[in-house]
């Protein structure tokens, strides 16, 4: 293929949403109010819909048979580049806000500087993604703030979150064969200059939602490199059901 | 602890030139919550482009008791529609 | 009051409906009419959340991205409908907590076919065709009953769900379309939710007790009979259309009332549906209890939250 690296550029980009989305699809209907079910809901729909854009163009550099679907549901495990951070459970009402912050603070960022590809289309998509990734932005933001300051209980439980995410925060700053690649013929972002703005910005809603900035100097890695947590394969197992116990038909 | 989120009505622009219009109520702890919610379940078909909340409990309504003298009282009062003016046939439009 | 001056509040009161006036919540209502407009509003509300789980269940393994987004948003789509008509109850004086302690505890209804297992993607096919095609035939009559906010949150539900049947007819269509594999999927899930759907339309006349007072009411504009048979008359073509075959040996059309004959329902099924042992009554209510006892602590997070930043601003302007 002529144009590997951007291809793989763009599942490196796509991945997270799809799995953070597949991730937010599975709390519709046992949200903690019916309010905020819908608003995990819209996240999703808006970063699957995030994903279609992704996976069609990269259909196109790829040519034969390639799909949408065949890049979301057909690859092996170890093929998908998406961050540890997105596929982590929905242990409680806590990790999913929290893994949503720790992940649309990052979005944002990323987002921002995509628009300026050189690559039309990825600056389209980005053009159209950074309005949908300013809410979640805020929607997070504003749900760790709540948490946070709310009650001891809620405090404790959300402290906890941030303390077992932390250490797949650093993951989202390493750059990639592809990446590297990218930011040389000016298309891809270099994601290696966000991390300072990224604690900035994290550290200054965490303190404001009186919750301690974890200390950790060890962080975990590999998602990006297709090396995955247990949690994973269920999650994938769960997603790609139908396209595997029945090869090749249309639904 | 249990104090529930409370009750909020929703009025919702559907676009400029139009006023906002009530379009139902939902539950939040607080306004920027309210705000978002109303966001998320009013206008997910493209319906707005500008939203207001207020507390239930912030709204002052008439009872529909007092009906009677509130609003027959207008009821009456022709001379404030045009039609109660008669003009002569050669004007045409005014 | 004295029992002459509710006679004729209630004289008057029946005439307003009789003249298409809508019934406001502030309006003076009969007791019964308030009771029983929460009875069915909460009734309609409890189904759509508890309707949100059987196809919820298909959310994380839809064969598509494209089914995906679609099944998320019909399922989202669901969590509002019952929303708005929460919304809509409350507005008699009664809160969503009360409501939801009714669902929990039982006390309260909610469809009886969302006690029944969506065992392959097909149900999500059938659910659209079927389930939701009975239940806007249900709804649409409803966007003319006569209490408004009921009224109004049907006309936004039946406004919205214009697209829920139509997703499943064509997951149905695309599998019928398929290999015989689909096409049996399809066939199999046809077979097993026909009845249910069915039933899901009431009782018959002749044993559902609220018929007479709701049709006064405009809650009911329809007997259960009519509307199982409008049901069938509109579904039995699509089906042909799908080339499916109806589960039912005594289908047939009857050349003299230009309906379709039918066969026998298991009533006794339903009844025992409704009592609780459907084959995922027990799940259903589980998931529903559990979402909202996990999301206590939730709650009361954003409500100490937020009135701490109230007494903040409080404190502020002091």
Redesign the interface.
Known sequence: MKNENLYNYILGIADNNLILGQRLGELCGHGPSLETDIACTNISLDLLGQVRSYYQYASKLKGEETTEDSIAFLRKEREYVNVLLVEQPNTDFAYTIVRQFLFDIYHNLFLEELQKSHDITLTAIAKKSIKEANYHKRFSSDWVRRLGDGTPESNAKIQEAIDNLWTYTDELFHQTEADKAMVKEGIGVDVTLLKSKYYEIVNEVLTEATITVPDTKWFQKGGKNGIHTEHMGYLLNDMQFMQRTYPNMEW | ?????P?WEVFVRSKNGLEHRHF???????E??AL??A???YT??NEGVSIWVVESKHIT?S???NNGELFEPAQDKVYRHPTFYDLPDDVKHM | MSEEQIKSLEADFDARIVRDEKIEPKDWMPEKYRKTHIRQISQHAHSEIVGMLPEGNWITRAPSLRRKVALLAKVQDEAGHGLYLYSACETLGISRDELYEQLHSRKAKYSSIFNYPTVTWADMGAIGWLVDGAAIINQVPLCSTSYGPYARAMVRVCKEESFHQRQGFEIMHKLCNGTPEQKEMAQDALNRWWWPSLMMLGPTDAESVHTEQSMKWKLKRKTNDELRQQFIDQTVPQADILGLKIPDADLKWNEETGHYDFGEIQWDEFWQVVKGHGPCNKERLNARKKAWERGAWVRDAAMAHAEKQSNKKIGKVV
């Open positions: 602890m249990k104090k529930n989120w009750l139902g109520s939902l539950h939040a702890a607080d920027e919550m978002e919610n966001r998320d379940v997910r078909r309504a009872n529909p008791e």
